[in-house]
DNA sequence: GGCGTGACCCCAT
DNA sequence: TATGGGGCCACGC
C-alpha cells in the first residue's frame, strides 16, 4: 500500500518511546508487538539507534533478565535503569514481570490468528 | 542479487 | 543455576 512507515527499524524506536520510566521490555517482547520474530532485528536496530538520549534503547532488556548490550556499555546502561528505578543485580534485572512493560495489540492483527 | 552478521530467544543437558 | 547448540528475522556490503 501507500508506504511501509518507513523501516521495521522505526517501528521498534516508537515502540522504546512508550515505555515509562522504571520499567523495561524484552527484545522478543518487541518484535511480539509488532508480530514478528525479528527479535535479532530489534537488537540490529538499536544498535543502529543514534539517538540514545531521544530514544529510550537503554529500557531494554533481555528476556532471561540479563542487561543485554548498550553503546555506552553494559555497565552505563544498567546504571541508567537503576537510576529510573529498576531493580539491577549483578547485571540482571530483578523481577522482570514487575517491571515489564506490555505494549498493545497491533490493529491488523486483533482477533485471530497471529502466526500462520 | 545473494551471503554473513548481530545489543536475541528457546530448549535440552 | 549454568552451559551448549539450533533457529529466527531484517539490514549492510
Redesign the pocket.
Known amino acids: 500500500m501507500h508506504s511501509d512507515n518507513?523501516?521495521?527499524?522505526?517501528r521498534c524506536y516508537a515502540l522504546l518511546k512508550q515505555i515509562p520510566a522504571g520499567k523495561v521490555t524484552?527484545?522478543?517482547?518487541i518484535?511480539r508487538a509488532l508480530n514478528?520474530?525479528?527479535?535479532?532485528?530489534?537488537?540490529?536496530?538499536?544498535?543502529?539507534?543514534r539517538q540514545?538520549f531521544a530514544?529510550p534503547?537503554?529500557r531494554?532488556?533481555?528476556?532471561?533478565g540479563?542487561i543485554?548490550?548498550?553503546?555506552?556499555g553494559?555497565d552505563k546502561?544498567a546504571e541508567l535503569l537503576i537510576n529510573e528505578g529498576v531493580t539491577v543485580k549483578?547485571g540482571?534485572v530483578g523481577q522482570l514481570d514487575a517491571v515489564m512493560h506490555r505494549f498493545p495489540a497491533l490493529p491488523e492483527s486483533t482477533g485471530g490468528k497471529r502466526y500462520p
Do not use: D
Open positions: 518507513g523501516n521495521f527499524h522505526e524484552t527484545y522478543g517482547e518484535a514478528s520474530r525479528a527479535y535479532r532485528a530489534v537488537g540490529t536496530a538499536m544498535a543502529s539507534n540514545l530514544i534503547c537503554h531494554v532488556v533481555r528476556s532471561n540479563a543485554g548490550g548498550y553503546a555506552l553494559p546502561k549483578n540482571r
